[in-house]
Structures are given as C-alpha cells and as structure tokens.
C-alpha cells in the first residue's frame, strides 16, 4: 500500500486541497493525519484560508481511507465533526511487517517512544521536516503544510514498500530513505 502523510493543516483550507491533489496524483491507499488538523492554535497566525467547516467536508468525503492522531489543537468536538476516529494519542501501521508508529509528536517522537518495538516514527508538531535514521529507527517527521518554520517549504511524506519520500507540497521531491 502507499500512504501520505500529512501534519499540522491548522485550518487551512487551500493547504489541504493542495495536499490532497498531491493524495490523488500519487494515487495513494491511505491518509494519514498526523494531528493539529482544524484549529490553527494560539501561537499561530489565522492562516489564510482559515476554514474549518470546508476542512471536514472535504476530509469526511475520504472518510474512508483516513487514519488519524490527535495533535495537541486538536479538541473533542472536532471528533464530533469528523467521521473518524482522531482522539488516539498514537497508532501502529504494520505494512507488510513494517511497524509504523504514528504520533503527532508532542507526547510522542522520536526521543520518547511508547513501549514495543518499532521500525519507523511518523510524526510532525515541530513544523520541521525531517527524515533520518535514529538507532535502528527510521524518524519522519512530516513538517508542516500551512506553517512551516526555519525558512522551510510546506512538506508531507509518502510512505511505501519500505520508503519513505518528503515532498514539499508543490510535489519537490526533498529527501528518500530505504528502511
């Protein structure tokens, strides 16, 4: 299976479109939210396009083919609205053997690992992407696709047959890592 790994959308609607184009031409299985997905939090500029509403419409038509974990903006009632489980502080993704832990990353990453064994952590919350190695643990951290910071593009990462890829959202392909 692919699967496209998308973090910290902070309520901005053209950034999930863009990323969901992205979805679509990668023909990907899966889609994977990463948390911090409708409310853009108080440390944050209002991003442009700030829509909440337009953000669980088009989420909830792919309802279907979304896995979820909850970021820290991410609140109860946005669980009301969206037609998938969100509230899960992580997940594991096992693909053909491959454990995927899929966290949001401010109770979990790649310094602070729930109990069992993993190949790979999948998060964002830093809004710095990055891909590497850790020990015998694969680290992506997805970025962000509405803030990213240092200087750095909106990113996402694709995930398949044992790679994982970081895009920037405008589809450049940025770094690959062979687990």
């Known amino acids: 299976m692919k699967y496209l790994f998308v973090s910290d959308i902070h309520g901005c609607l053209p950034a999930l479109r863009k990323a969901l184009d992205f979805y679509h031409s990668q023909r990907a299985d899966m889609l994977c939210l990463l948390g ?3 409310n853009y939090g108080p440390r944050n500029q209002v991003p442009e396009g ?3 509403k337009g953000i669980v419409e088009e989420l909830n038509k792919l309802a279907d083919q979304v896995v979820a974990v909850r970021g820290n903006c991410d609140a109860e009632v946005d669980q009301m609205l969206l037609r998938f489980p969100l509230m899960q502080d992580y997940m594991l993704l096992v693909d053909e053997g491959v454990r995927l832990l899929l966290t949001h990353g401010h109770v979990y990453n790649k ?4 109990l069992g064994k993993v190949d ?3 998060y964002g919350h830093t809004h710095l992407w990055e891909l590497e190695r850790n020990g015998g643990i694969a680290v992506c951290n997805t970025g962000s ?3 990213p910071k240092q ?9 398949e047959a044992g790679k994982f890829l970081v895009y ?3 589809g450049e392909l ?3 890592l062979t687990l």
């Open 36 to 38: 911090d997905i409708l």
């Open 174 to 176: 940025l770094s690959e």
């Open 111 to 114: 310094e602070r690992l729930p």
């Open 120 to 122: 790979a952590v999948v």
């Open 50 to 52: 700030l829509d909440a």
């Open 168 to 170: 920037t959202l405008d």
């Open 151 to 159: 200087g750095n593009p909106p990113t996402l990462a694709v995930y």
């Open 145 to 147: 696709i509405t803030f």
